[in-house]
């Protein structure tokens, strides 16, 4: 892979109330131009908004890339690079019984497979223009 094919995407998810109505959006930085995706749910949860954001993001890419991901969850950061490995050990279990959520953090892994992705988490609602942006897109598809 060259640097040709790095990748920079941002992410942000929410819903409100939370269970409730939520939309999921990324911002990607390909060959620096910029392309931004949305998608709104129903009846959803932030947590799900949020891992949803990361694979559409990924499924998005149509070759495989270096890839950068800005979450301010720290639920997607911490899960992805803590957490996956002990869920995978125990059959999907956490300590409070099966693992919420566990059909999109298997589509994540699997999404994830053709890439190599490093995971960063920024703090949300800090000033991040880029960050803001992709909370602002948020706000703007739950409309």
């Known amino acids: 892979m060259s640097d040709k094919n ?6 942000d998810g929410g819903c409100d109330p ?19 995706i949305s998608g709104t749910d129903p009846d959803t949860t932030n947590n799900r908004m949020e891992l949803t954001a990361a694979i559409e993001a990924l499924k998005s890419l149509i070759e495989p890339a270096k890839v950068i991901i800005y979450t301010d969850s720290q639920y997607l950061q911490r899960g992805i690079e803590e957490w ?4 995978l050990v125990k059959n999907w279990r956490g300590s409070n019984g099966p693992v919420a959520n566990q059909d999109l953090w298997k589509t994540l892994l699997t999404v994830i497979k053709p890439h190599q992705v490093r995971w960063e988490w ?10 803001s942006r992709v909370d602002y897109l948020v706000r703007k598809a739950r409309e």
């Open 6 to 11: 790095q990748v920079v995407i941002y992410t």
């Open 18 to 36: 939370n269970p409730g109505p939520g939309a999921w959006a990324a911002l990607l930085i390909v060959d620096g131009t910029r392309t931004e």
């Open 84 to 87: 996956i490995p002990k869920w």
């Open 122 to 131: 920024v703090r949300g609602h800090a000033g991040n223009p880029l960050n």
